[in-house]
C-alpha cells in the first residue's frame, strides 16, 4: 500500500478515535487529573505487552532517545490535562474545534525548524479553516438559545484548548526528532512519563 495512501487511513482512524475521547471524559465523571493519570497507566501496561509481543523492548536506547521521547511526553500529558479541562468550560464539540488548530501550529513549526516552504496553496487553505474556526468559536457556548454573552469560563476553556493544540505540536515536533524509532516505543516512553508525572497528584 503507497505511504500517502496508508498514512490518510491512519489519520482517519486517528480522528475517528479521538473524536469519541470527549464524550468518555465527561460521562467518566472523574477529575481531569484522574482521568489522564489512568489514561497513561492503562495505555502504558497495554503498551508494555505489545512492544514486549513485537520484540521492541530488546533493541537499546540511549540516553538522548529517552530524553527527547520524554520531552514529548510531558507535551503531550500537558496537552491531555488542558484539552479534558477545557470540554466542561467550553464543550466538547467547541473544545475539539479549536484544539482542530494543531495543523496551523504544526505548519508553523515546520517552517521554523525544519525550513518547510509555506506555498500560496498552503496558506489558502489554512486561512479558509482558520476562520471556519473563528466563526464556530464565535458563535459561543449557548448558540440558538437567544443569549449573546459569553462568560470567562468559555474564553478559559478556549484558551485551554488553544494551549492543548500548543503542546500536541510540540510533542509532534519532537517525536519527528525520533526517525527510526518504533511509534509503539515512543507512545510507551510518553504514557510512561505521564504516570511519573501525574502519580504525586
Known amino acids: 500500500m503507497d505511504n500517502t495512501v496508508r498514512g490518510t487511513i491512519e489519520m482517519t482512524?486517528?480522528?475517528?478515535?479521538?473524536?469519541?475521547?470527549?464524550?468518555?471524559v465527561v460521562m467518566s465523571g472523574q477529575p481531569v487529573m484522574d482521568v489522564v493519570f489512568w489514561r497513561c497507566a492503562f495505555g502504558a501496561v497495554?503498551?508494555?505487552?505489545?512492544?514486549?509481543?513485537?520484540?521492541?523492548?530488546?533493541?537499546?536506547?540511549?540516553?538522548?532517545i529517552l530524553a527527547i521521547a520524554a520531552i514529548g511526553?510531558?507535551?503531550i500529558v500537558i496537552n491531555w490535562l488542558l484539552l479534558f479541562s477545557a470540554f466542561s468550560r467550553a464543550s466538547i464539540s467547541i473544545a475539539t474545534a479549536v484544539?482542530?488548530?494543531q495543523p496551523?501550529?504544526?505548519?508553523?513549526f515546520g517552517a521554523l525548524f525544519f525550513g518547510e516552504r509555506l506555498t500560496l496553496t498552503k496558506l489558502t487553505w489554512l486561512g479558509i479553516a482558520f476562520a471556519?474556526?473563528?466563526?464556530?468559536?464565535?458563535?459561543?457556548?449557548?448558540?440558538?438559545?437567544?443569549?449573546?454573552?459569553?462568560?470567562?469560563?468559555?474564553?478559559?476553556?478556549?484558551?485551554?484548548?488553544?494551549?492543548?493544540?500548543?503542546f500536541w505540536a510540540v510533542a509532534a515536533i519532537v517525536t519527528?526528532?525520533?526517525?527510526?524509532?518504533?511509534?509503539?516505543?515512543?507512545?510507551?516512553?510518553?504514557?510512561?512519563?505521564?504516570?511519573?508525572?501525574l502519580a504525586p497528584f
Open 13 to 24: 482512524a486517528a480522528m475517528t478515535i479521538i473524536g469519541t475521547i470527549g464524550w468518555f
Open 46 to 64: 497495554a503498551l508494555l505487552i505489545t512492544c514486549a509481543a513485537l520484540g521492541l523492548l530488546r533493541g537499546r536506547l540511549t540516553l538522548r
Open 73 to 75: 511526553g510531558a507535551a
Open 99 to 101: 484544539y482542530n488548530t
Open 104 to 108: 496551523f501550529m504544526l505548519v508553523g
Open 132 to 166: 471556519g474556526m473563528l466563526l464556530i468559536v464565535q458563535t459561543g457556548p449557548d448558540a440558538g438559545s437567544g443569549s449573546s454573552t459569553i462568560g470567562i469560563d468559555y474564553v478559559i476553556g478556549i484558551a485551554m484548548a488553544l494551549g492543548a493544540a500548543f
Open 176 to 197: 519527528k526528532k525520533l526517525n527510526g524509532i518504533a511509534p509503539h516505543l515512543i507512545a510507551l516512553i510518553q504514557v510512561c512519563v505521564g504516570v511519573v508525572m
